[in-house]
């Protein structure tokens, strides 16, 4: 069964920190180009931070640069996002998805046509 799933929201206060996980099934990942998504309410789903399959080209969005950082470890089919001194703006719910061709990782981020998507992790931040 091919899938992804994503894991390690949660409940944190502003400045705190989480690390998502997206780990893949029945697919090799270190072949595809992957990619953080977030969805607020009320709002469009946005990339945030891509990384591409073979070199590990990275890039974050505007809002999220500084703060998050987006890792790969090939060998246990996962994509890691570290996100650091969170804001409460970043509350929304999570989603990696994962594409083979792609021009770039900018244009990874910038669309929402990919392959395989996660079902999703909620992150809140509130005090």
């Known amino acids: 069964q091919v899938q992804l799933v994503e894991s390690g929201g949660g409940l944190v206060q502003p400045g705190g920190s989480l690390r998502l996980s997206c780990t893949a099934s029945g697919f090799t990942l270190a072949f595809y180009t992957i990619g953080w998504f977030r969805q607020a309410p009320g709002k469009e789903r946005e990339g945030i931070s891509c990384?591409?399959?073979?070199?590990?080209?990275?890039y974050y969005a505007d809002s999220v640069k500084g703060r998050f950082t987006i890792s790969r470890d090939n060998a246990k089919n996962t994509v890691y996002l570290q996100m650091n001194n969170l804001e409460l703006e970043d509350t929304a719910l999570f989603y990696c998805a994962a594409s083979r061709w792609v021009r770039n990782v900018q244009a990874m981020c910038g669309t929402t046509h990919h392959t395989y998507w996660g079902q999703g992790t909620q992150v809140t931040v509130s005090s």
């Open positions: 990384i591409s399959s073979s070199d590990g080209i990275t």
